[in-house]
């Protein structure tokens, strides 16, 4: 994997869990930048916003940090991985508690510069 073509972009504390977050994370891979771009504002998940800011920071990485093309970027990762998770407690019958567990998730976003070499055959 060459480091000058990929840009990374992390959040570490999304309040959703894993499993949830990675039915949206996984519809957005190898799609080009725009068309995921258009994806997640049409979407009508509320985790969506986060997944937007999260690609809106690997393309200003990609764009600022290793000078690459907007235009020729497309995702080639997107992964999703448990974070911490919040334990809360609900009053029951006979004084009893029953857990209630709030998790958190991690998000990691990889785009990469697609290259525009088609070898002509002559």
Not at 26 to 50: D, G, W
Not at 78 to 100: N, T
């Amino acid at each position: 994997m060459n480091s000058n073509i990929i840009a990374v972009a992390k959040d570490n504390m999304v309040r959703i869990s894993p499993t949830k977050l990675s039915l949206l994370v996984n519809s957005i891979v190898n799609m080009k930048v725009s068309s995921a771009v258009n994806h997640l504002q049409f979407s009508s998940k509320r985790i969506s916003k986060t997944v937007l800011k999260v690609l809106n920071a690997a393309v200003a990485n990609a764009e600022n940090n290793k000078q690459l093309d907007i235009d020729r970027l497309y995702i080639k990762e997107a992964f999703v991985g448990k974070s911490l998770r919040m334990k809360r407690w609900r009053p029951r019958a006979k004084g009893r508690a029953a857990s209630i567990i709030k998790p958190f998730s991690k998000i990691t976003i990889i785009v990469e510069e697609k290259s525009e070499n088609k070898k002509d055959k002559s």
